[in-house]
Every structure is written in C-alpha cells, then in structure tokens.
C-alpha cells in the first residue's frame, strides 16, 4: 500500500483499486486509461453499451484476462505483480457471478454450491449442508437445491450461480448482469437482495447492469465505458453522472434515449418511437 | 572491450530469445498444456488438488461397459475379414492352416489394438472434447479457475487416467473377439478343426506379439485421452467452436494412433521383436 492511495481514500482502504487499466485483444483495443477505487461497502457500477468491454473488465479484475497495461490492487496488493500463489490467496476473496451463469453443467444445484464451500472454507459436512440451505433460501431457490443446472430456467440459473458466488461471505462480489433476463417483479426482489446481502455481510458489490431502475436503485457509485472513445467518460453515482456529466452518451444511456447527432440513420429512426419519455427514469426513484 | 563483448553477447542472446518465442508462438499453449498434466497428477497423488470421483466414474463407465459391445462387433468382423482374405490366398499353397497364425499375429500385434484405438476416438476423444468445449463456452472452466482450483487436474487428468486404464482392458476383449471372428471364417468355409485353429492361436501369446499390443493400448489410450481434452479447451467460444474442437479431435486422434503406431513398428524392427 503506497501514499498516493492513502491520500485518496484517507477513511479506508479501498477493497479494489484499479489504475490506468488497458485491455486489448491482440492488437484491438477494448477499453484504456481506466482508474477507479471501490471503497468497503459500496455497490459500484459498471455501465456502458453493449460490446463496450464491462464484461471483459470483470475478467481481469478476477485474473482471467491478462491486462495490456496498469494495475489491479486487492487491499494495496497488485494482482497481476503477484505470484502464482498469492494471486490464488487474492482470487479466492471474489465471488463471481459470470454472464452467462457458468453453473458446472455435470452437477446438481447444491453440488454447485458444495463445491465452491469445499474450495473456499474449512467447514464441516454438517455446517456445509446448512449454509448450502441457507444461500439457497436466501436467493428463494430451497426447493431447487438437488435440479440440475440444464433444468432450471434462465432467471433461475442466475439466482443459483449467486448463492455460489455468496456461499463463502466473500469480501468483494462481482456481478455480471445479474438481472439481466429478469422479469420486473424478480429484478426488483433481487436489487433487494443484492442491497441485503451487503448489509449481512459488509461485502462491496461491484455489478454490471443496463437495467436503469436498478443503477438507480442500488449504485453508490460507478463508472460509465464509452464504446468509441474506448475510455472511461464518467465517474460517480448514475445521479451524479446525469447531474455532471456534459457527455451526450452518458444522457442518452441514463435517460434511456436514442443518441441524438452522431447517431447512425436507422437507429435515429426507429428509436424515438420506441422509446419512452425522457423523464421516464424518474418514476423508479432509488430508495 | 568487454563492455563491446557483453553487449554483442545480450544483443545476440536477445534476438535468439525473441526467435524463440516467435516460433514457439502457437506451440507455447500446447507446452504449458502438456506440462501441467504431470504437475497436476502430482497434486493430485499428494491430495493438494481435488479429484472428481463422480465424474471419473462416469467417464470411464462411459469409455468401459457402454463401449464394450462396438469393440467387440468391430473386432469380430476385422478378424473375419483378416480370416477370408488369407484364407483365399494361403489356400492356393496348400497352407490353409496357417490362417490362424496371420489372424492371431494380425489382430494380436496390430488391428486389435488400432481399430480399439479408432472406435474410442470416435467415442470418447470426440465425447471429450465436445463436453469440454462446451464447459469452456459456458465459462464453467473460469467458474473453476476463480475458485483457485487446478482445472487440469479436475477435468483432464480423470479423462486421460479413465481411458488409459480401459483401453488395454477393451483390447483384451477386442484380442478375443477378433480370434473368434478368424475361427468362425476359418472352421465355417474351409473346415479346418477348431482344435487345430485354437492351438495355433494360443501359440501367439505366449509371443511377444501381445505384450506388444497391448503396450500400444496403452499409449494410445493416453494419446486419444490428451487429444480430446486439448482440443475441447482450446475450442472458440461459440456453438461452431464445439463442432469444430470435435471433428479436430477425432481426426488429430485418430492421425496420431496412425503415426504413433508407424512408430512402434519401426522401434520393434529395429529391437528385433
Ligand atoms: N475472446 C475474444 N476475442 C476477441 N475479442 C473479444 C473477445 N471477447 C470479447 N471481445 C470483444 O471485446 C469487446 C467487449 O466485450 P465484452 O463481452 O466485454 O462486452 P460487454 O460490455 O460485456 O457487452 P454486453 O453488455 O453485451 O455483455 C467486444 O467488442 C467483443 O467483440
Ligand atoms: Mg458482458
């Protein structure tokens, strides 16, 4: 932990710090110049157009994706100066919830959830059947616990592979798209529950969502990816990023609009008609 | 002087390196790949890795009993064919009897354990390789690899172990099978006794003909095994990517079984056995 960190955050040490972050694939740049810090606590947004590299950021903050350049710091340790070792130690403190769920297809719903305990925890058979049924219940699941992944419908995959990622009382969560696919009762019964696991458990989430009433509803705080320029154009609470924000993306992503200018023809012409009143995000106030 | 030295030395070291690693570019994976399966087994042996009972067991029940029936239909109708073809030939010299031998030599030394070898790629090498390739578009290999656990001692090493271990046990029966189809041949068309054909038959293991075979089970077990798994991990992330890493896997598979057995024929000649 060095003092230009301290300096930024005098309260606490950040969970998750990232500085000057770059990832390419080869030679294509997917996003630059990405500086961040997650305070303990908080729910930190990663927003941005579809393809604009959220979930390709998520997998080098969990050490799947080597970085072009910049830093990764768990608690003031750099993630990818570490040894293998140490990295692991860093690694296991995340609970991840992948896009695309990645419950082991070969294994039931509770199997899943063992599997992590086993590999994160020391606890016993007797106190891991509990706290299987406890995250089970938890994310409303009890009576799915011995259905195979294949069986279980798209919203429901998501929910178990967030009791996974919750089974160890991680310190830090990253969720991709968590409601993504949801219907409006269930994403709203899960923003409660992201907001309930945080207070449980003091975790700092950080998530990835394009659904407007829950970045409203749950972000502290975040941070918006420009698809063209490749970098970062906001920072902040999506309130503040509508506040203080002069970029016309960020305004159109939170109001939910077309782009206006720049925007190619068919687009400008089909959206309007489909999209809602500009104000529309106010009628889901966060709490 | 020694300064101009040291300087040509790391300039030409440098270039050397960078030679290296241009043409290791693709290769590189496939080194760290074959260098984690033994690093893994280790871990595994030394239990600082976990290993997946339920689904070996379900590999090799796949890759053992469920396969048993194709072996041996394949293998009895190699041998009759081995049966037929000699029989038409060594009838011309009068020496219908040593038709046993060319089957018994043929099956024991060779197409037993080949043809073994190319029904478990088709089965099990592409069965592999498409589960894997799946579990790698549906990001359950990351889910593991969060988790810190050793993803190839988890999914490759139960893979390999489960059809090293079956594929001798499958030649065996493929062996039999094969001898069988030769003596239906040879006592159905061109009455010779069974007594006389099983005699000569069982002349053959006591040869080194079977140790022969049945080592090459071994290793191609092992080979299919690695196929599979290889191209099941390094398939693309897409529903083409899996049927891509399949019809590699079973072709690569069923290339080197090839090779590999040109291989050991050429090291028993130059052993003389
Ligand atoms: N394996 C890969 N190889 C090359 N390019 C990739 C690969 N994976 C992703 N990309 C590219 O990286 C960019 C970012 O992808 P990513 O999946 O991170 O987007 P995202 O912001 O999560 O989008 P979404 O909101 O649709 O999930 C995309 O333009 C994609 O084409
Ligand atoms: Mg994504």
């Known amino acids: 932990?060095?003092?230009?960190?301290?300096?930024?955050?005098?309260?606490?040490?950040?969970?998750?710090?990232?500085?000057?972050?770059?990832?390419?694939?080869?030679?294509?740049?997917?996003?630059?110049?990405?500086?961040?810090?997650?305070?303990?606590?908080?729910?930190?947004?990663?927003?941005?157009?579809?393809?604009?590299?959220?979930?390709?950021?998520l997998r080098s903050l969990i050490g799947l994706m080597v970085p072009a350049s910049g830093q990764v710091l768990y608690g003031g340790a750099d993630y990818w100066a570490a040894?293998?070792?140490?990295?692991?130690?860093?690694?296991?403190?995340?609970?991840?919830?992948?896009?695309?769920?990645?419950?082991?297809?070969?294994?039931?719903?509770?199997q899943n959830i063992d599997l992590?305990?086993?590999?994160?925890?020391?606890?016993?058979?007797?106190?891991?059947?509990?706290?299987?049924?406890e995250v089970l219940a938890w994310v409303g699941l009890e009576k799915f616990g011995n259905f195979r992944p294949a069986d279980l419908s798209g919203g429901m995959k998501k929910h178990a592979?967030?009791?996974?990622?919750?089974?160890?009382?991680?310190?830090?969560?990253?969720?991709?798209?968590?409601?993504?696919?949801?219907?409006?009762?269930?994403?709203?019964?899960?923003?409660?529950?992201?907001?309930?696991?945080?207070?449980?458990?003091?975790?700092?989430?950080?998530?990835?969502?394009?659904?407007?009433?829950?970045?409203?509803?749950?972000?502290?705080?975040?941070?918006?990816?420009?698809?063209?320029?490749?970098?970062?154009?906001?920072h902040g609470s999506p309130r503040d990023m509508l506040a203080h924000s002069q970029e016309p993306t960020v305004h159109a992503f939170m109001r939910r609009q077309a782009l206006p200018a720049s925007a190619p023809a068919p687009v400008r012409a089909t959206a309007p008609a489909i999209a809602p009143a500009p104000d529309q995000t106010r009628a889901h106030p966060g709490p | 002087m020694a300064v101009q030295v040291s300087e040509t030395v790391t300039g030409v070291l440098a270039a050397a390196q960078a030679r290296l690693s241009a043409w290791l570019g693709g290769p590189e994976e496939a080194i760290t790949f074959l260098g984690r399966i033994p690093l893994s087994a280790v871990a595994l042996c030394t239990r600082?890795?976990?290993?997946?009972?339920?689904?070996?067991?379900?590999?090799?029940?796949?890759?053992?009993?469920?396969?048993?029936?194709?072996?041996?239909?394949?293998?009895?109708?190699?041998?009759?064919?081995?049966?037929?073809?000699?029989?038409?030939?060594?009838?011309?010299?009068?020496?219908?009897?040593?038709?046993?031998?060319?089957?018994?030599?043929?099956?024991?030394?060779?197409?037993?354990?080949?043809?073994?070898?190319?029904?478990?790629?088709?089965?099990?090498?592409?069965?592999?390789?498409?589960?894997?390739a799946t579990m790698q578009s549906n990001e359950e290999v990351d889910a593991l690899e969060v988790l810190g656990?050793?993803?190839?001692?988890?999914?490759?090493?139960?893979?390999?172990?489960?059809?090293?271990?079956?594929?001798?046990?499958?030649?065996?029966?493929?062996?039999a099978a094969g001898l069988l189809g030769g003596l239906l041949v040879a006592t159905g068309m061109m009455n010779l006794s069974e007594s006389a054909y099983l005699d000569r038959s069982a002349l053959i293991l006591i040869t080194p003909h079977f140790a022969i075979g049945a080592t090459k089970s071994v290793c191609f077990g092992f080979l299919i095994g690695l196929t599979g798994c290889w191209y099941g991990l390094t398939a693309s992330r897409t529903?083409?990517?899996?049927?891509?890493?399949?019809?590699?896997?079973?072709?690569?598979?069923?290339?080197?079984v090839i090779v590999l057995d040109a291989v050991f024929a050429l090291c028993a000649h130059a052993l003389g056995v």
């Open chain 1, 1 to 57: 932990m060095d003092a230009a960190s301290q300096i930024r955050t005098p309260s606490s040490l950040p969970v998750l710090e990232v500085r000057e972050l770059a990832l390419r694939f080869g030679s294509r740049l997917v996003q630059e110049r990405m500086s961040f810090a997650v305070a303990p606590r908080t729910i930190f947004a990663i927003v941005g157009v579809s393809g604009c590299g959220k979930s390709t950021l």
């Open chain 1, 83 to 110: 040894g293998s070792a140490q990295r692991k130690h860093l690694r296991t403190g995340c609970g991840m919830l992948f896009q695309s769920a990645a419950l082991w297809s070969s294994m039931t719903v509770e």
């Open chain 1, 116 to 133: 992590a305990l086993r590999q994160l925890t020391t606890l016993g058979e007797a106190q891991r059947v509990t706290r299987i049924a």
């Open chain 1, 161 to 234: 592979a967030l009791a996974r990622a919750i089974a160890g009382a991680p310190p830090l969560l990253l969720l991709d798209e968590p409601s993504a696919g949801l219907d409006p009762i269930s994403s709203c019964n899960l923003d409660a529950l992201i907001l309930d696991i945080r207070s449980r458990t003091g975790a700092a989430v950080i998530f990835v969502s394009h659904e407007l009433p829950s970045l409203f509803a749950l972000a502290d705080d975040g941070i918006f990816l420009d698809a063209d320029s490749k970098r970062p154009i906001a």
């Open chain 2, 48 to 132: 600082r890795a976990r290993f997946p009972w339920p689904d070996f067991l379900r590999v090799t029940l796949q890759c053992s009993a469920q396969a048993l029936l194709i072996v041996i239909a394949v293998n009895l109708l190699v041998g009759a064919i081995l049966a037929f073809v000699g029989a038409v030939q060594l009838n011309k010299f009068g020496a219908g009897i040593y038709v046993a031998d060319l089957v018994g030599i043929s099956m024991v030394r060779e197409m037993a354990a080949v043809m073994t070898a190319v029904v478990m790629a088709g089965r099990s090498g592409a069965a592999f390789a498409a589960e894997l």
């Open chain 2, 149 to 175: 656990m050793d993803t190839a001692a988890w999914l490759v090493v139960p893979r390999i172990l489960a059809l090293t271990v079956i594929l001798p046990l499958l030649y065996v029966f493929a062996c």
């Open chain 2, 239 to 256: 529903a083409a990517g899996v049927g891509e890493a399949t019809t590699r896997a079973v072709v690569a598979s069923i290339v080197w």
